[in-house]
């Protein structure tokens, strides 16, 4: 490759950079990766895509001397692209953990947002920016939304305007990206916003293209309600990995063989949806509980071949705990999630792993640091780490009979009881658990969860809508993000959810599976009833 193909690329081993590769390698550029403060300051053209923390990160910039040699590659006005946290670090100093110092390219200091109902923290999603003028990269964008994923940000003031190019508003208006000649930086995922965020990196990359300025239908004001697809994973009896789809979490046909329902291959069918226009993709190892997802290679290599193409978020999930193998090699559940970011993943789903640590922590009021849930957060982020809750009702006539969280119904149980309560349960629904969903996520939420996965196994696969009830008692008791899941039939279930209920977004399976109803007519009903959504 001509050195006018390459890009430099700043990976400083902290998390998975690999759906940025894998949208450079898509726009037509090979990636030489940073091994010195020389191959920064020699780059033609460089990107910088900052994950993890703050301090970590600027400890191993100061350590190995890129701190230094990026200051000077920026004040050279070299090309420069800094994405999420690459834009934090050029600021005075950040509270994340802090205060810490950063690059101090820029006035100002970085910031926790605060949370409410209205906006949940991580701010986690697609929203709209306020673009100025002469902002270049953005040029494409129009009124579109772009991929957020934080929970730290900086915010305008008189010292820093003319560096800030665009702005958010999440409570309060802060910088969407910064400009100042050739050097760019962007606190959204371009790799992870479709074709909207594929637009402002090949602005980046061949920046003497004309501009398409072109309208859109989408008028972006705010955080937009996601609509998620969900893939559930498993072998088949042929030893497979097929995309199956229960009803109540059973996934065998009902015929002589009992086999695993079959509706599609796991890579295909998560590039449809990212072409029809889903806001992220789920895969769940439905038999992660006995079969260790390491051992699974398959779905790693699921995982690598779709983040491939797909550039919206990816979430999966299954088996994520410790682990000892037959030769009794141990594994930890941080290498396992290690090892699904590494293959592409940006968010890992913690099931039944998640519950123990909850009880465990209910149990004793101390929070040893060493679930896997506080594990993966504390290296990775909250906003990495998704807890997904599997409850059944257990139906009461007196919401006293039992310790935990119950709610009086909308619709009366079998035997008319006018309560229930919400029990979580492990692998695969096999195992109730003496915790209710309520008290699971409250728990869940401090030790380190960035955002709940909410299922419901009466609702699994019925298409009778979500169970209004559970979602609402759940996302009124966090203030994380709270994905609806479980039930969706018909467009109006999602206009419901969002409407009744404070969830961020929805989840569904088997109505996409067997494409009864497309995600675009969801995204076209709820914009006539008034949500906001990305087109
Ligand atoms: O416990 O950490 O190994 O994680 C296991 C993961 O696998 C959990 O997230 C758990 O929800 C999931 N899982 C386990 N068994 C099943 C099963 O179906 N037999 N699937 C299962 C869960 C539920 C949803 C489903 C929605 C929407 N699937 O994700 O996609 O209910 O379906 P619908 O729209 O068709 O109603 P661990």
Redo the contacts with the bound molecule.
Sequence with gaps: ASGDSVVTLLDYGAGNVRSVRNAIRHLGFDIKDVQTPEDILKANRLIFPGVGAFAAAMDVLNKNGMAEALCTYIEKDRPFLGICLGLQLLFESSEENGPVNGLGLIPGVVGRFDSSNDFRVPHIGWNALQIKEDSEILDDIGNRHVYFVHSYCATPSDANIEWVSSTCNYGVDFIASVRRGNAHAVQFHPEKSGDVGLSVLRRFLYPKSATTKRPTEEKASKLAKRVIA???VRANDKGDLVV???DQ???REHTKENEVRNLGKPVELAGQYYKDGADEV?F??????RDFPLGDLPMLQVLRYTSENVFVPLTV?????DFTDANGRHYTSLEVASEYFRSGADKI??????VYAAEEYLRTGVKTGKSSLEQISRIYGNQAVVV?I?PRRVYLKNPNDVEFKAVRLTNPGPNGEDYAWYQCT????REGRPIGAYELAKAVEELGAGEI?L??ID?????KGFDIDLVKLISDAVSIPVIA?????AVKHFSDVFTETNASAA???????RKEVSIQSVKEHLLKEGIEVRI
């Design positions: 969900c893939l559930d199956t789809k229960g979490y059973d996934v789920s769940l190892n439905i038999t992660g509980f999930g299954g088996g994520i705990r789903s913690i099931g039944s792993d998640a997904s599997d492990v692998n695969g629904g996965l299922n419901c609702c699994d696969g019925q298409g899941s479980s039930g969706a039939g989840l569904a399976a088997g109505i996409f599976h």
